[in-house]
């Protein structure tokens, strides 16, 4: 019996990780090709969010149409996003970069809540996503499993992506040295949008199971997803994909393990105990699990 | 002592100008416009306090409002009437719940521990800069946040506090305020001041010329959390109610937007973005509601505000990034341009000499 929850618990784990790595994953592509701490990436999930609820309020319901849309309005908004705020202030310093996001993070949540209200909105996802597989006397969630394979799909692809291609080549490139690429005679404009397009791609999917688990939108689903995502970010370096996916599964791992051998009575903390992660390792290990510290002067 | 005395002349200036909104308001505003008034005073105090670390350190802070809300807390769970306590918080720890502190101890105790959790976390903080920095500073805001709703004990959890003794008035607000811009004014041009803004033109420099910048980024963090826990009981004393969620992240972004807009790197961009945004704000909130214009009924649309906060902080990023007042005073703005007029006055009377 034992063994059962603790599986249970791992698969839990597994999929908690693989939804902010793929978040930490998108945070981290965007920073490092042009140091912007993009606040707004969770609420591009909430566009996709509304879009689905859209689509399936002019009747349209299956799954395999409702879902791919979704990712595809997430991507779109990114895009959108990054040409109308980000865009202008390129170049700026980090600071006026994430403060941008912030505001384009508000200006996103209270349109939702002007257009769609503040209460929640049904978004029925597939039936089978809120099914359990049983595997011997364990249950698992087709959600957790499938959270699992699609997360560890779309870091082989990323990493494929990036080791195989010449954008990725690109992007690789402008993590270290902008300017040389420029030289180089790479449009500096085609890497950043291909950036935000990954990075959207990646909530877009992070988006289908925030919301399996979920079964609604509402204005500010986005905003707690990617707090976490944050933490998974710092703890693995921010800026390096690896430490992204790291970062990630380790969040997801502790997070699950503090729910579990928390007593209930102090259970509540445990994002308390989360963000305290991100002091600890400011304290210990600055450049996080897997970042290259920042050469002395580097502005970060 | 030339210099002291232009500091404390350029943050009279700004004071004269907030005392006069305050007397103003006192004298004439009814009590609904004082109300907006007294909050205005306690954001503009929270928009000081976060423009002495941020303006002088050049590190986003979201933590800020975690201080204001730390401070708030403390001095309602000390001042509130035993009577009241009896009912709320019976079951505080530390026999909190039957002691009933006398309000100038209560401020002086709430302000102390302030302080201290801003030392034991600055420490901490002061070791990053940049985004790293700023992430931590967003995690204390979670943090503090997670605690309040948690120790239910000692808080009531999400539930609210009630029973705080009512004794803050607009005037004192206004006292508060001027003292906050005179302080973080001295704090700027003070050595102190001067080394941290160079460490963040240029950490490296900085520090080769024997800048010990972790050390100073400790105090302007402790001065900044100070600044705010005054802001914070403030508005614990004026409202008589306080809970978790008037210290998250609505407070925060209103005030970042205050000071990004106004300008963080000099007290005048933290008062004068305070007065644009709270107008803009409250002209917004009006709106929202759906008021009756010229016998036009207005549909009611919540999210107006925040569409308008987060506008005004894209469009600012975009068009003054540093701000509507940029890297100096409004006094050393105007001492440079009246010295460059009478330059080019003199220049102009001797070409029209030599001619």
């Known amino acids: 019996m034992m063994s059962d929850y603790a599986l249970q618990q791992a698969f839990n784990a597994l999929s908690v990780g693989g939804e902010y790595a793929l978040l930490a994953l998108g945070l981290a592509i965007v920073f490092s090709v042009m140091h912007l701490v993009n606040f707004a990436h969770g609420d591009m999930i909430t566009v996709g969010g509304y879009a689905m609820f859209l689509l399936i309020m002019f009747g349209v319901r299956d799954p395999f149409l409702v879902l791919p849309f979704g990712v595809l309005v997430t991507v779109l908004a990114a895009l959108l996003i990054e040409r109308v705020a980000f865009k202008p202030v390129r170049g700026a310093s980090p600071t006026t970069g994430m403060l941008t996001a912030f505001g384009v993070s508000i200006i996103i949540q209270n349109v939702a809540l002007i257009f769609g209200g503040s209460r929640p909105k049904a978004v029925p996802t597939a039936d089978w996503l809120a099914s359990s597989l049983s595997i011997g006397s364990v249950q698992i969630p087709v959600v957790q499993v499938l959270e699992t394979i699609v997360t560890l799909a779309a870091i082989i692809g990323l990493v494929a992506l990036m080791r195989y291609t010449t954008v990725g080549l690109a992007m690789r490139a402008a993590a270290k040295d902008v300017p040389v690429v420029r030289l180089m005679g790479v449009k500096a404009d085609r890497v950043i949008l291909s950036a935000f397009a990954i990075s959207g791609f990646l909530a877009g999917l992070a988006g289908i199971f925030i919301l399996a688990r979920r079964g609604a939108v509402d204005p500010f689903m986005g905003f707690a997803p990617v707090l976490k995502a944050f933490v998974a970010a710092v703890l693995g370096g921010f800026g390096s994909l690896p430490g992204a996916v790291v970062g990630g599964f380790a969040l997801g791992i502790a997070e699950v393990a503090l729910q579990v051998l928390l007593p209930p009575e102090i259970a509540g903390f445990r994002d308390a105990f989360v963000f305290l992660l991100i002091g600890i390792v400011l304290v210990f290990r600055p450049q996080g699990i897997l970042g290259e510290r920042p050469d002395f002067g580097e502005k970060s | ?355």
């Open chain 2, 1 to 355: 002592m030339s210099n002291f005395l232009q500091s404390v002349r350029g943050a009279l200036i700004l004071g004269v100008a907030v005392g006069v909104i305050g007397v103003l308001a006192l004298l004439f505003a009814e009590p609904f416009y004082q109300r907006i008034v007294f909050i205005f005073m306690v954001n503009l105090i929270a928009v000081i306090g976060l423009q002495v670390f941020m303006g002088n350190a050049d590190i986003t802070n979201y933590g800020h409002i975690s201080f204001m809300g730390i401070a708030a807390y403390a001095v309602a769970i000390l001042a509130t009437p035993a009577a009241i306590k009896k009912t709320s918080l019976a079951t505080a720890p530390f026999g909190l719940g039957t002691i009933e502190v006398a309000l100038p101890i209560a401020i002086l105790i709430a302000l102390a521990l302030t302080v201290l959790i801003a030392f034991l976390v600055g420490t901490m903080l002061v070791r990053q800069s940049g985004t790293p920095a700023s992430i931590a500073t967003l995690a204390l805001l979670v943090i503090v946040h997670v605690v309040i709703m948690n120790w239910v004990d000692l808080t009531r959890g999400p539930r609210a506090i009630y029973g705080i003794p009512v004794k803050a008035t607009l005037g004192m607000a206004t006292i508060c305020a001027i003292l906050a811009i005179v302080a973080a004014r001295l704090f700027r041009d003070s050595s102190w001041g001067l080394q941290l803004r160079a460490a963040s033109e240029n950490i490296a420099a900085a520090s080769a010329m024997g800048v010990r910048i972790k050390r100073l980024r400790l105090v302007a963090w402790v001065v900044s959390a100070a600044i705010c826990g005054v802001a914070g009981i403030l508005f614990a004393l004026f409202v008589g109610t306080i809970s978790p969620k008037s210290f998250y992240f609505d407070l925060t972004f209103l005030t970042l937007a205050m000071l990004v807009v106004g300008g963080a790197y000099s007290v005048s961009g933290a008062v004068l973005g305070s007065i644009v945004v709270t107008f803009g704000f409250e002209i917004m909130r009006y709106l929202e509601n759906g008021p009756q214009i010229v016998g036009l009924k207005l549909p009611t649309m919540f999210g107006l505000t925040g569409i308008f906060l987060g506008a005004i902080i894209v469009l600012c990023m975009i068009l003054r990034p540093r701000g509507l007042v940029g890297d100096d005073e409004i006094d050393e703005i105007w001492r440079r341009r009246s010295k460059n007029r009478e330059r080019s006055e003199i220049s102009a009377n001797a070409s029209g000499a030599a001619q």
